[in-house]
Nanobody
Framework: QVQLVESGGGLVQPGGSLRLSCAASGSIFLIYTMAWYRQAPGKQRELVATITRSRATIYADSVKDRFAISRDDAKNSVYLQMSSLAPEDTAVYYC?????????WGQGTQVTVSS
């Protein structure tokens, strides 16, 4: 059983920055891909960014050059550094990991961008 705990969400003004963290625990032997998704009210959940074990990354077009995903395998953790935040970035952000035991999701953390 794998558990994910996210942190770092909150209220930020447009143009501001936030750093999300997600730590995995439990019966983990190997973490393959780590990712962040988000879901805004009334919209489908969408992929924000992914990172592989070799540190290859993929970003949604809407966040390229503003967000940066990173991981620390020693801590079983993934991070999302978000800058130049805009109101359209408001959403619940979820982390997801793919391990030797399958996929696991975090509970989500709210990010609100508003003046």
């Amino acid at each position: 059983q794998v558990q994910l705990v996210e942190s770092g969400g909150g209220l930020v003004q447009p143009g501001g920055s936030l750093r999300l963290s997600c730590a995995a625990s439990g019966s983990i032997f190997l973490i393959y891909t780590m990712a962040w998704y988000r879901q805004a009210p009334g919209k489908q959940r969408e992929l924000v960014a992914t990172i592989t074990r070799s540190r290859a990354t993929i970003y949604a077009d809407s966040v390229k050059d503003r967000f940066a995903i990173s991981r620390d395998d020693a801590k079983n953790s993934v991070y999302l550094q978000m800058s130049s935040l805009a109101p359209e970035d408001t959403a619940v952000y979820y982390c997801k990991i793919t391990t030797n035991r399958g996929d696991a999701w975090g509970q989500g953390t709210q990010v609100t961008v508003s003046s």
